[in-house]
């Protein structure tokens, strides 16, 4: 019996041991196996693969990028190894070069690293990055309408708020988080959870408060896609001000405007 005991014992103690924190999603762990390939690497791997094979292999790519921004959901360098690139990772750096030639060349898209840590990836239009313009400030899009009035209440309020703030305006404009909007369906859902897996928000536990409050931040899609100039004009043209009014705002938009002129500029 005492014996049964330990052996029982022993086992699940193995077994805990064994089981993966689930504080780290499987796709990093799979991530963390793959190296990119050198120079050397790569053409040596180029061999082996027919220019058809290659080209193959880059279509698909650009097909998994396509279906995954029509939810704008990013790119994972580890899903992209795993489940599309495969046995052709040891080129994986020429497939993503001509990938990001095809974005650019037939859809006029420009593929964005937006994670260096992480590796992850979104397509942005690029005629709408030169000219500053917003692709979520869209009458045509009302989800994206809703996104845009999020991101400029946590702008003009210098980048970060409580969602108690973000729910109180949102309510306002009677769109009510506790209820089923006809157009937007469970806001909370929405804002919290599909906004954040697109990168558009950040939303995070406030530390050592009281009951639990939570707050929001802009997203690393946000901060490339979006134009902080155009939530000035749109907030100028609400409260009839000149966007200069708000001097730190103004200063902090036409600084990022700036710096994304001048590497567009240099990529020329």
Known sequence: MTQ???????????QSKRQPSSSVPLEEEDDST???PSTSQVQKGLEKFTP???DQKTAEVVQFFLVRDQKKIPVRRADLVKHVVKEYRNIYP????R???TFDQVFGLKMVEIDAKNHMYILINKLETVQGASPVNSPANPKMGLLFVILSVIFMKGGVVRENLIWNTLRKLRVDAGEKHEEFG????????E???QRYLEYGRIPH????????RWGQRAEVEVSKTKILEFMGQLHEQDPESWTQQYREAHAMSNSTQASTSSQR
């Open 4 to 14: 049964r005991k330990r052996l029982s014992n022993t086992q699940s103690s193995s």
């Open 99 to 101: 990938a990001a030639r």
């Open 34 to 36: 793959f190296t990119q």
């Open 195 to 197: 906004f954040v897996r």
């Open 209 to 216: 408060t009281e009951p639990i409050e939570h707050e929001f």
């Open 186 to 193: 469970d806001v909370k859902k929405v804002v919290t959870d």
């Open 94 to 97: 020429e497939i993503m070069k």
């Open 52 to 54: 058809a094979q290659v």
